[in-house]
């Protein structure tokens, strides 16, 4: 019973939480919703006007996945929703296949959803949360960064009251030159107004409200609510200066009430030219949400499981999709602010979700004179924060090769659009892990006298016999690397002619598959001929198990030692010279440290 109990609640971690949630609880969790609500309303209209559809599918998407993911969720204070880059990628994905504002449009957002929430799901289901890890988080910083410029760049033309459109810079400078003459000035003052605002206000305004009778922490809170008063400004002033007549793009009208629960019913057509851009943004909604939720689970000692995520963020795409939404995913900045509002459990989200169904009742009335320029003013400043050309000045300092792939992928995506960029990230990132490992680091090492300390002879003072060859390999020896330790070792017997010995100092190898198992047996084979013992030591217990359970072991034409200390006095004595003396207290080498 017990157990099952606990499989329950693993599959549902709503119910670690909820069997002794409390009032108290309840109390902080009702803070941050309020607090949630009131920042969520303007970015989920936002957001839905990226992705190109109307303002209420953006609250549609911020109801149902909210409850579905505090039910699968294993982060207690990650916020999900409608967030910039998903957007973008659905903008991108749904104009190849429907026009913009028709009800295929809004059918094709629905499936793209539910085909994210499916391949979250199964990843979830097969325990295949690794597989993130071969993003490199440089070639995912590029990407957002690129992304975050081409967000900007879209909204333009409802910050200047033109139409335009393009799935990358080309396309969209092209677009907006070409429509310049239609600049409408009201929409103009109005958005860039907003983004005045809303900078100032990031810059200065706790400064200001410090000097009221409220703390740090409240005034913080305040100013993260500062696009609502951005959205009742202009309303306002829209209201008043019948804006509606002077050109200026207003959301219109937006039907009130819930959305309908049903499944669309799509074409094989559709399923399969929405496929892949679903695995897209899932993949890239998915780290960025991991990333999220480590970040704030470690403020608090907590953890997240990464498979659960998975299903989590699946539920959610899943209940966004059968909601008439579109793609969501773990947000940052209303992640923070929830957290920072004091949020304890995700029933914080699941009153924020009540907090937006009440809106999307009561609100959506007078959302009708909002000018589309205080949305796209919203947008731009928020992924403001997103386009960090700083990766490219650490990636030139630290690793070239990972500049290499950064400025690839900016590139790429700002020249061929997001789909392409997130093709380049992948492939980059794989590309960048295969390259690492085709060249792992390889030392000659020497014993560093007094001690049983062996280093790199290019780094220390050591000391070295002709007749022996010590090679040290920093990386697991697999199909893409054995190759080239095989040509290392026979590049430094064609410089000593008096080798009798090579050690192979199998220390930081944890692993040997096949085809490196293959390079050794004709290593062995090759050095045999010429006289060479092959030797190995410090081996891992795994290696060892795989090593004895091929045989390689039975025609080793050496031997295997405890330590590379004890294999270098064995090769020393074959080889006629004295043993080293053993240290009494092993200390560590004088001086550099690196090996």
């Not at 929703?81 to 028709?102: D, H, I, N, R």
Request: with cysteine; proline share 4%.
């Amino acid at each position: 019973m017990k157990n099952g109990l606990n499989l329950l609640s693993n599959a549902l971690p709503i119910l670690h939480w909820l069997r002794n949630y409390d009032g108290v609880t309840f109390s902080r969790d009702f803070l941050a919703a309020v607090i949630v609500t009131i920042m969520l309303i303007p970015q989920s209209l936002a957001y839905a006007l990226l992705a190109g559809l109307p303002a209420q599918v953006g609250l549609y998407a911020s109801m149902v996945p909210l409850v579905a993911y505090a039910v699968f969720g294993s982060s207690r204070t990650l916020s999900v929703g409608p967030v910039a880059v998903a957007s973008l990628m659905s903008a991108s994905a749904l104009g190849q296949v429907a026009g913009t504002g028709t009800g295929d449009y809004l059918v094709a957002a629905a499936v793209l959803a539910l085909l994210s929430g499916v391949f979250l799901t199964l990843m979830g289901l097969l325990r295949l949360g690794f597989l993130a890890n071969f993003l490199s988080h440089p070639v995912i910083s590029g990407f957002i960064t690129a992304s975050g410029l081409l967000i900007a760049l879209s909204q333009l033309k409802h910050l200047l009251g033109i139409s335009a459109g393009g799935d990358n810079v080309v396309e969209m400078a092209e677009s907006l030159g070409g429509n310049l003459a239609g600049i409408n000035a009201y929409t103009v003052v109005t958005g860039f107004a907003v983004i005045a605002f809303l900078l100032w206000s990031r810059r200065y305004a706790v400064g200001v409200l410090e000097r009221l009778p409220i703390s740090g922490h409240a005034a913080g809170m305040l100013v993260k609510a500062a696009p609502v008063l951005g959205v009742v400004a202009t309303i306002a002033v829209a209201a008043q200066f019948n804006f509606e007549a002077k050109g200026v793009a207003l959301v219109g009208e937006i039907p009130g009430g819930l959305p309908d629960l049903s499944v669309p019913w799509p074409s094989l057509e559709l399923v399969e030219a929405l496929l892949l851009p679903a695995i897209m943004i899932s993949i890239i909604g998915y780290v960025e949400s991991v990333s999220v939720g480590k970040t704030l689970a470690a403020k608090r000692r907590e953890k997240i499981d990464v498979n659960q995520e998975l299903i989590g963020l699946g539920a959610a795409n899943l209940g966004s999709g059968l909601s008439g939404g579109f793609p969501v995913t773990g947000g940052f900045s209303r992640s923070v602010v929830n957290f920072d509002a004091g949020a304890v459990t995700q029933m914080a989200s699941i009153l924020t979700a009540a907090g937006i169904a009440l809106a999307a009742l009561f609100l959506t009335p007078f959302l009708y004179y909002l000018p589309k320029a205080t949305l796209a003013a919203t947008i731009v400043v928020a992924v403001l924060t997103l386009v960090d050309f700083s990766i490219l000045r650490k990636t030139w300092r630290f690793s070239r090769s990972d500049f290499v792939a950064v400025l690839v992928t900016i590139v790429i995506t700002l020249l061929f659009g997001v789909e392409a960029g997130v093709a380049c990230g992948v492939g980059a990132s794989i590309a960048l892990f295969l390259f690492r490992t085709s060249k792992p680091h390889i030392a000659e090492v020497g014993l560093v006298e007094g001690t049983e300390h062996f280093r790199n002879i290019r780094r220390h003072k050591v000391l070295t016999v002709p007749e022996i060859l010590t090679i040290r390999v920093d990386e697991s020896l697999m199909f893409s690397n054995a190759a080239f330790l095989e040509e290392r070792i026979y590049s430094d017997l064609a410089a000593n002619r008096q080798v009798r010995h090579v050690i192979l100092m199998c220390s930081a190898i944890n692993e040997i598959d096949w085809s490196a198992l293959e390079v050794l047996e004709a290593l062995n084979t090759r050095l045999a001929e010429l006289g060479i013992d092959l030797h190995l030591s410090e081996v891992k217990g795994p290696v060892m198990d795989s090593l004895e359970r091929s045989g390689f072991l039975t025609h080793l034409s050496g031997a295997v030692y405890l330590t590379q200390f004890q294999a270098f006095n064995a090769a020393r004595a074959q080889a006629g010279a004295e043993p080293a003396a053993p240290a009494t207290v092993a200390a560590a080498p004088a001086g550099h440290e690196s090996a």
